[in-house]
């Protein structure tokens, strides 16, 4: 452990992750989530009525997905920390405060898309495409979450003198870190919440990037989500030293981020061989749905969502003579 005067430089962690407004504190760690969720929103419903979706659907997705997000990212978090809360010394009533911190974006990404399927059925649109549309707000939702562990002063890596280092006080230096690495007033780590921030950051231009270069479709770009993010979970997890469950040598983490990995090759695999090329349509086969509002997307011969229809002789928005779009996303359909 490197003393206060051995680190000219370094990220210094907030001493207070918890604001008042009068009777109400505002969390530095919520507030970084929120901030994440709002962005994310934005940015899914902008590439999605880019290629031709109505106005709104992204919103009445994310009342769905959120809050199963947010439900899964905790309960994830609470079987991987079991004995934290059930073992022995642990107190089962902190497994509901969220506040707190202990959100796995596994769990997130896993109940949350079980929420934006039953909002795609609801609203009679097809999964995939919206799943391609969200990837790269998703990913950086969880870049700007990421803050929220430097507010509470968790999850960060090996000791380190690099001038990037996050200074961590002594009553976050808990389990493993106290014992291996002998607790002093002030420590030096590495900051993989910044290391995962960057990557997720970075992870959804390339994913912006590619899907405007290529017009990748029928979930390729959530495919590429995973196995981009997967493979940077998995080297910014050994860089911890938290304590963890480890199976055959490795963290629990660890093992999630293979498996991962390996769902979005397989994934982007299957769909370039089942689907090529890009859905012409949001709208699931026999659904008929309103008007659109919003820009139409040009480069594909029938606009999606089925509220829209561009063909080579006629142009029709929302008006009395709109046709219905031909069913042409039923072959990416999820059910």
Known sequence: MMPLA??????????????HLGPIPIR?????????????????DRRYRDRGGAMGVINEISTWAVPFGLVGGRIYHVLTDWSDYFGKGGSPIRSLEVWKGGLGIPGAVALGGLGVFIACRRRGVLMPPIADCIAPGLVLAQGIG???????????GRPTGLPWAVRIDSAHQVGVIATKYQQ?????????????????????????????????????????????????RSWIEALRIDPAHHFFGLRLNDWT???????????????????????????RAGTTAPPAVGPVAVDDPVAVDGRVAIAADEV????????????????????
């Open 28 to 44: 530095g760690y919520a507030l970084c989530i929120i901030v994440g969720i709002f962005a994310a929103a934005v940015l899914a």
């Open 316 to 335: 029709t928005v929302g008006s009395d003579t709109e046709r219905e779009a031909p069913p042409g996303g039923q072959d990416g359909e999820i059910s």
């Open 257 to 283: 981020s293979i498996i991962i990995v390996l769902a979005g090759v397989v994934g982007y695999i299957v769909s370039s061989r089942r689907h090529p090329g890009r859905e012409v349509s949001f709208v």
């Open 146 to 156: 990421r803050w929220g562990n430097w507010f509470n002063q968790e999850l960060y």
């Open 6 to 19: 051995a680190l000219p430089a370094y990220i210094p962690s907030p001493s207070d992750g918890v604001w």
């Open 184 to 232: 002093t007033p002030y420590g030096y780590y590495q900051p993989t919440f910044l290391y995962e921030s960057i990557w997720d950051i970075s992870t959804a231009v390339i994913l912006i990037l590619l899907d405007r270069r290529y017009k990748l479709g029928h979930g390729r770009v959530f495919a590429l989500y995973l196995v981009i993010y997967g493979l940077g």
